[in-house]
């Protein structure tokens, strides 16, 4: 089972993505998560995404899709993933194909998170994050056991540099023009399903396990 999430920031990728991987026994690949791993490496991709995603903006599509596709090369890739945050750009979403194309295989659902604009900037204003395992929190609507730590792993939580300052507004903006597209680009194709995502959690999780099987 291959599936790609697609949806705004704060539209609750990582969230569901982490837990419908589990169900469906799948790698869970998150392109942000993997660029802020190399930030903290300071590889040399690493440190060229970070004044991108400082100010908001794409990391260059050529960047992205060699760390994509190096990822669902790995063997824990084999069985299928669920691609959480890329593509993120029609060309993106080409080179995605191309790839898969060579490997004889394909994607099996594509959903599109929908939520609206004033309640993804309430959960991007209160979301923490799980500095080892990566899982979001948020202090409101999903807050962790013990403050500021994480229920899964004892981890110390954080908030992302991005999720506060102007960055948030152009994320939005970033979406609306550069990965909104990729609705149009897929909604055609077979396997493409829209799920609303201003439920609860637990509502949400229940509309994509619906949706994926
Ligand atoms: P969110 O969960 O808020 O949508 P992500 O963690 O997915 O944020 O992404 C954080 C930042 O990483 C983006 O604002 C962008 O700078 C960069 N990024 C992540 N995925 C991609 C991608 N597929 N293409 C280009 N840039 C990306
Ligand atoms: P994305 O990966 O799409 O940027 P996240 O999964 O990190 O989104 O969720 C963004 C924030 O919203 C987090 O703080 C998370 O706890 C919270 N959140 C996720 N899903 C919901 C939901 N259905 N209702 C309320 N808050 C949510
Ligand atoms: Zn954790």
């Not at 993997?34 to 908001?56: F, I, K, P, V, W």
């Not at 395992?133 to 110390?156: A, F, I, K, M, T």
């Not at 908030?159 to 994320?171: L, P």
Request: glycine share 10%.
């Amino acid at each position: 089972m291959r599936v790609i999430l697609l949806g705004p920031p704060g539209a609750g990728k990582g969230t569901q993505a982490k837990t419908m991987s589990e169900s469906l026994g799948i790698v869970h690949i998150s392109s942000g998560d993997l660029l802020r791993d190399n930030q903290e490496r300071n590889t040399e991709l690493g440190n060229t995404a970070r004044s991108y995603m400082q100010q908001g903006l794409l990391v260059p599509d050529d960047l992205i899709i060699g760390m994509i596709e190096e990822r669902i090369g790995r063997a824990d890739a084999s069985g299928g993933y669920v691609l959480d945050g890329f593509p993120r750009t029609v060309e993106q979403a080409q080179a995605l194909a191309a790839a898969l194309e060579r490997r004889g295989e394909s994607i099996d659902r594509v959903v599109n998170i929908r939520v609206s604009e004033e309640e993804l900037v309430a959960r991007l204003g209160g979301r923490w994050i799980c500095r080892a395992c990566q899982r979001p929190y948020h202090e409101l609507n999903s807050p962790p056991e013990n403050e500021g730590e994480c229920d899964d792993c004892d981890g110390e939580l954080y908030q992302r540099e991005d999720d506060a300052s102007e960055a948030v507004s152009r994320r939005i903006r970033v979406f609306a023009e550069q990965t909104a597209p990729l609705i149009d680009y897929y909604s055609g194709a077979s396997g493409f399903v829209d799920v609303d995502g201003e439920g609860t959690i637990d509502e949400v999780r229940e509309s994509l396990l619906r949706a994926v099987s």
